[in-house]
């Protein structure tokens, strides 16, 4: 008679790719100190060529033409991942059935008890081959469940080397991008200078400091953001005016040059925006004709912990900004209104009234065009001048 095999039922899970990190102040340091490191390795780049400049945005779209790519393979992988876990969920409560109606917990002695319960020999054969089909099938299960569990560590290495990858190229857009960067008072680039960056993290560092964050404690211990369960449109009302592009040209906007949001308009200039989900205020930009914007204007950086998920979104062409970096948000908070119409004379990057709306993964302000995703991803838009949204 075959031995019945005892499984316990256990999974080695690597850690949740999407969970929250934990950041400290010295890692702040350690950003501002890689800021100020690029800002010299490339103080120099604004004396680069109109040619050099076109072949370090070909470059950079390149780039993230691979990261878009792989954001793709790490989601098909992590649906694998999920749909293997759902098999094993199910497999494994099979199994636990099958264990518990033959009641095994110590070896063969309730096959044997069951046996020798037998009233003759035709009945002893009958339950010798009950016993023996029952543990071939219990051993069938378990190899399956067994099989299943190698499959789904093979996706998850799979997978973590996939992130390593991405995590590789972002840091190879980054380096480029911050080149870029320096050349922003010559271009029609969405965002902030270098210069801008090591400013505000110099800000955000003394903020944290002020509030007794220490160097190697989590952040979110001395400034914590509060949980949100889902998300709602930064306006009232409106419709999508331009699309998100990533890196890639745009093609709806004779400035050319990525896009790492999506415009959202067909309201007046003066419209309520609201903080798309609970969060608090990483960052505020705010530029005036005396100090004029090198592409943006007036702009607002929210760091959210949605569903447990970290995000950052940010909001851009803003005609004032009514919150303050630091402070507490929900979505009902109404962080400053849409500008981008007669802010033109120094928000040169506008072309009428709108709000540029983007969504970055993790707690991003100051790289944020590199961990930038398509707001449609999580959030539902009707198509381009197909219909207007309602919050």
């Not at 497999?91 to 063969?108: R, W």
């Not at 590789?168 to 969405?190: P, V, W, Y």
């Not at 803003?318 to 004379?345: P, R, Y």
């Amino acid at each position: 008679m075959k031995k019945i095999k005892i499984f316990i039922f256990t999974i080695l899970l690597l850690v949740p790719f999407n969970s929250i990190k934990a950041e400290t102040l010295q890692d702040k340091y350690d950003k501002l100190s890689n800021l100020q490191s690029e800002y010299e390795k490339n103080k120099n780049a604004k004396k680069l060529t109109d040619s050099e400049i076109a072949k370090l945005q070909k470059e950079i779209s390149s780039i993230g033409s691979s990261i878009e790519t792989t954001k793709g393979e790490i989601t098909e992988a992590q649906n694998n991942i999920e749909k293997s876990e759902k098999e094993i969920d199910s497999k494994k409560e099979e199994t636990d059935e099958l264990l518990k109606f033959l009641q095994v917990s110590t070896g063969e002695n309730v096959y044997l008890d069951y046996l020798f319960e037998a009233e003759d020999y035709t009945d002893f054969i009958y339950r010798y081959s009950i016993v023996t089909q029952l543990s071939g099938y219990n051993n069938e299960l378990i190899e399956e469940l067994e099989t299943l569990i190698k499959n789904l560590k093979q996706k998850k290495i799979e997978l973590n080397d996939k992130q390593t990858k991405l995590e590789s190229q972002r840091q190879e857009l980054t380096a480029k991008n911050n080149k870029l960067k320096a050349n922003l008072s010559e271009l029609n680039q969405e965002g902030t200078t270098i210069e801008q960056d090591i400013a505000d993290l110099k800000k955000e560092i003394t903020r944290l400091e002020n509030l007794g964050c220490g160097r190697n404690q989590d952040i979110s211990s001395c400034e914590p953001i509060q949980y949100a369960n889902g998300w709602k449109y930064p306006l009232t009302t409106g419709c999508v005016t331009s699309e998100y592009t990533g890196f890639n040209e745009r093609t709806d906007w004779s400035g050319g040059g990525g896009h790492h949001a999506i415009d959202l308009s067909c309201v007046p200039e003066g419209t309520n925006v609201y903080a798309a989900a609970a969060g608090t205020v990483a960052r505020v930009v705010r530029h005036t004709a005396a100090n004029p914007s090198t592409c943006g204007g007036n702009m607002v950086w929210i760091y959210h912990i949605v569903n447990g998920v970290e995000y950052t979104t940010v909001y851009m062409h803003l005609l004032n900004i009514t919150v303050e970096a630091g402070q507490k948000v929900t979505d009902q908070t109404i962080i400053g209104h849409m500008g981008g119409g007669s802010t033109q004379s120094y928000d040169r990057c506008t072309g009428g009234a709108h709000l540029h709306f983007g969504l970055a993964s993790g707690h991003n302000a100051y790289d944020f065009n590199s961990y930038s995703f398509n707001p449609r991803n999580l959030i539902y838009f009707p198509p381009m001048y197909g219909g207007y949204f309602y919050r």
